[in-house]
């Protein structure tokens, strides 16, 4: 049993922080104002899930403007996909 919860990765635990990570998965990047309605979280809320995984370099942030409107947009980065692929296939494993 301790060797499939070693796997586990506390940064995926949330489930605002899951649902981050799994829309990352699935697209190459997602604005701020699209998983807020995917999600359905507060501003501030996303915003401090976001730093978090930023902060563990899951996540990969780009800001711009677009027609004078500021536009972030969030990617996952490769370790954060591997660490997250090895979150979900240590779930699948206790689940059997």
Not at 12 to 28: C, P, Q, T, W
Not at 55 to 64: H, L, P, R
Not at 71 to 76: D, I, P, S
């Amino acid at each position: 049993m301790k060797e499939l919860l070693k796997d586990l990765n506390k940064a995926f635990e949330n489930k605002i922080r899951l649902g981050i990570m799994s829309a990352l998965m699935v697209n190459d990047a997602i604005d701020f104002n699209s998983l807020k309605g995917l999600l359905d979280v507060t501003d501030g809320n996303l915003a401090t899930h976001l730093k978090s995984l930023e902060t563990s370099t899951y996540i990969s942030v780009q800001k711009e403007f677009i027609e004078r409107k500021p536009n972030t947009k969030y990617m996952a980065t490769s370790e954060g996909k591997e660490a997250f692929v090895k979150h979900i296939k240590a779930i699948e494993q206790l689940l059997k």
